[in-house]
């Protein structure tokens, strides 16, 4: 397997897609909890942030001190949650088809205790309340089709790959970060450093596995503060400028799909999008 290697999006059920992305929303607050407990609390829940590893493809969370260093990750395509040490040597694992989030609760409790930190207390009290549509606490994991787990996963890939690719050129100085509130993954990018994050201003290039706003997954860049996108010109390949609750630009998946060059096809709309909201804010 070539760790760094698009892979190709292909159709599927849209509406198997938004089921597999519900559970796996839902599946991965637990490994997010790791961090978030046994770290230090900060501001912007940073500590329970996922970063993707694209050689085992999966997203994993925060190392954790105990006994031993260790951190607990969640495979996609595998539909498991594993905790690894520094040598990525897996500890232990947990099958997610069939469970409910009490029994992986208890699971991850019993596993962290053995390395020496005390895990009674650990819970899925979030800071965020997740969207409607996530499976409520307690239903059962099902996943009819490891297809789907497959395709969603390549939307996280192959953003990874464009989002490093892009840092890398740039320069960029932050982490490519998967959020467990909304389960979409962003580089920031920050222009003017005023000491405030309030007042910042910076941009943001990442991808959506889909939300109340778009239902399919899609790819953005957005910006802070706002920006009059439309006085902008029309971008390429029928992205578009978006100007109510946040200003930036989406390009929808379903144009990256039906493309011959995808991976082309989506690296122009990040340079385009990036570059237009970089000059509109910095001028």
């Not at 699971?107 to 930190?117: A, C, D, H, M, N």
Request: proline fraction near 4%; charge should be negative; include cysteine.
């Amino acid at each position: 397997m070539d760790t760094f290697k698009w892979i190709p999006f292909v159709s599927v059920d849209p509406e198997e897609i938004r089921n597999v992305r519900a559970q796996l929303h839902l599946s991965v607050q637990n490994v997010a909890a790791v961090g978030r407990k046994f770290l230090s609390e900060s501001e912007g829940d940073e500590n329970a942030v996922l970063s993707w590893v694209p050689g085992l493809r999966r997203m994993a969370g925060k190392w954790v001190q105990g006994d031993i260093s260790f951190r607990s990750s969640i495979s996609l395509e595998e539909f498991k949650i594993y905790l690894v040490d520094e040598k990525v040597m897996t500890l232990a694992e947990f099958a997610l088809q069939n469970s409910n989030t009490t029994q992986l609760m208890i699971w991850l409790e019993e596993q962290i205790g053995k390395f020496g930190l005390q895990a009674k207390n650990l819970t899925m009290n979030l800071p965020y309340q997740l969207p409607a549509s996530v499976l409520e606490k307690g239903s059962p994991f099902e996943i009819n089709s490891e297809r789907n787990t497959r395709e969603l996963s390549k939307y996280y890939h192959n953003t990874y790959l464009l989002l490093r690719e892009f840092k890398d050129h740039h320069g960029v100085d932050t982490t490519i970060n998967i959020w467990p509130h909304h389960f979409d993954m962003a580089l920031d990018i920050l222009l003017k450093d005023t000491g405030d994050p309030e007042t910042n201003t910076q941009i943001a290039l990442g991808m959506s596995p889909g939300d109340d706003q778009f239902e399919n997954p899609y790819f953005y860049v957005n910006c802070w503060p706002h920006a009059n996108t439309e006085a902008f010109s029309k971008l390429s390949n029928h992205a578009i400028w978006i100007s109510e609750e946040w200003t930036g630009a989406v390009m929808l998946s379903k144009h990256i799909r039906s493309a011959d060059k995808q991976e082309e096809m989506l690296r122009t709309f990040y340079q385009e999008a990036s570059e237009t909201l970089i000059e509109a804010l910095t001028k």
